[in-house]
T-cell receptor, first 115, second 114 residues
Framework: QKEVEQNSGPLSVPEGAIASLNCTYS??????FFWYRQYSGKSPELIMS????GDKEDGRFTAQLNKASQYVSLLIRDSQPSDSATYLC???????????????FGKGTHLIIQP | DAGVIQSPRHEVTEMGQEVTLRCKPI?????LFWYRQTMMRGLELLIY????????DSGMPEDRFSAKMPNASFSTLKIQPSEPRDSAVYFC????????????FGPGTRLTVT
């Protein structure tokens, strides 16, 4: 059974600071990892994906992956009030087809950026 | 280009009634996913299709739930009979290719069963 764990929060961060969101997963065979942002009443939207150990940067966002520790994180630099949302960590079992293309989601971390 | 389209956006029904949720994936996408989101359980995969064929339905909670994809541009999720515990937001998502390809989510259908 795949499990993805996140701290539900709320995580409160002052505007302009770095927000750090964490996620652990149970399936050691997991190959690909995603961070989705979900505003209240809206659908999830993909903001970052990562497949290899290390860091991946995209604008103000950095995803970090450590497969040995089964740990994924998302850093948001220069946090803005518009970043206030729930951030969902998602894990996919293995690359390619077969029965492993659906995502397993954590329950999300509610992030609040204080002006 | 239109995104994933779901209908209805809101559905209120009484326990025991049949409910049908509809989804139109993004044109050209060959994977379609149905997810359910509740406060208690979060976002859960129910079933997904590849080229209109169901690949994994292990997340379907029980026999009251069924899903079909008669063609590449249409899918339904049916609940019969509905129960109050089925109240949730149901999302449809699609992608071009499986694996690491991004899944695009529709706006969701908020289902309330009274």
């Amino acid at each position: 059974q795949k499990e993805v764990e996140q701290n539900s929060g709320p995580l409160s961060v002052p505007e302009g600071a770095i927000a750090s969101l964490n996620c652990t997963y149970s399936d050691r065979g997991s190959q690909s990892f995603f961070w989705y942002r979900q505003y209240s009443g809206k659908s999830p939207e993909l903001i970052m994906s990562i497949y290899s150990n290390g860091d991946k940067e995209d604008g103000r966002f950095t995803a970090q992956l450590n497969k040995a520790s089964q740990y994924v994180s998302l850093l948001i630099r220069d946090s803005q009030p518009s970043d206030s949302a729930t951030y969902l960590c998602a894990v996919k079992g293995r690359l390619g087809g077969g029965g492993a293309d659906g995502l397993t989601f954590g329950k999300g971390t509610h992030l609040i950026i204080q002006p | 280009d239109a995104g994933v389209i779901q209908s209805p956006r809101h559905e209120v029904t009484e326990m025991g009634q049949e409910v049908t949720l509809r989804c139109k994936p993004i044109s050209g996408h060959d994977y379609l996913f149905w997810y359910r989101q509740t406060m208690m359980r979060g976002l859960e995969l129910l079933i997904y299709f590849n080229n209109n064929v169901p690949i994994d339905d292990s997340g379907m909670p029980e026999d009251r739930f069924s899903a079909k994809m008669p063609n590449a541009s249409f899918s339904t999720l049916k609940i019969q009979p509905s129960e109050p515990r089925d109240s949730a937001v149901y999302f449809c998502a699609s992608s071009y290719g499986g694996g690491v390809r991004e899944q695009y989510f529709g706006p969701g259908t908020r289902l309330t069963v009274t």
